[in-house]
T-cell receptor, first 112, second 114 residues
């Protein structure tokens, strides 16, 4: 059974810092991996999706990498801003038609 | 473009009362549909998913049921709510089969059972 772990559970950084959020998964036979952002009391917003054949994806200040063989992904946030404060969730899909399995998320606070 | 609607946004119900949460998707056909629950301090738990009308897969045994009466409508129900049913319920959709399979979520429904 696929298990997804995110470390750290919470992170507080000063504004302007670059930071890395970690995600690991136990079964490396994944179809794709998706990073989400969730603001308190809100739904999830998709940030980046990496297909199993890809190594990384970039969107603005965000860069997600995937090392399938080691069962790891990282989300890199450059020049963090207070507006980046949210919970970031990682999720993996085993095949094209199976549901995503989520980690518990990393709660990020960026202090002005 | 596709949009997903979920309602009600907030619900306070007594123990033993029924529940109905509704989710609809616009702008696409034959989506995969999902219900997740997010309890306080816990991760997202998949409850049900559906790949077509009348096709429901249940991930965990529970007090809840799901139905898909139309292609773009997904309903989460309970006949008698328990205290443990409290949580944040999220509906989501994705394209079926191959493709990017990006999962898109609704705004969520917060259920408090008293």
């Amino acid at each position: 059974k696929q298990e997804v772990t995110q470390i750290p559970a919470a992170l507080s950084v000063p504004e302007g810092e670059n930071l890395v959020l970690n995600c690991s998964f136990t079964d490396s036979a994944i179809y794709n991996l998706q990073w989400f952002r969730q603001d308190p009391g809100k739904g999830l917003t998709s940030l980046l999706l990496i297909q199993s054949s890809q190594r990384e994806q970039t969107s603005g200040r965000l860069n997600a990498s995937l090392d399938k063989s080691s069962g790891r992904s990282t989300l890199y946030i450059a020049a963090s801003q207070p507006g980046d404060s949210a919970t970031y969730l990682c999720a993996v899909r085993h095949s094209g038609n199976t549901p995503l399995v989520f980690g518990k998320g990393t709660r990020l606070s960026v202090i002005a | 473009s596709q949009t997903i609607h979920q309602w009600p946004a907030t619900l306070v119900q007594p123990v033993g009362s029924p529940l109905s949460l509704e989710c609809t998707v616009e702008g696409t056909s034959n989506p995969n549909l999902y219900w997740y629950r997010q309890a306080a301090g816990r991760g997202l738990q998949l409850l049900f998913y559906s790949v077509g009308i009348g096709q429901i897969s249940s991930e965990v045994p529970q007090n809840l049921s799901a139905s898909r009466p139309q292609d773009r409508q997904f309903i989460l129900s309970s006949k008698k709510l328990l205290l443990s049913d409290s949580g944040f319920y999220l509906c989501a959709w994705s394209f079926s089969l191959s493709g990017a399979n990006v999962l898109t979520f609704g705004a969520g429904s917060r259920l408090t059972v008293l």
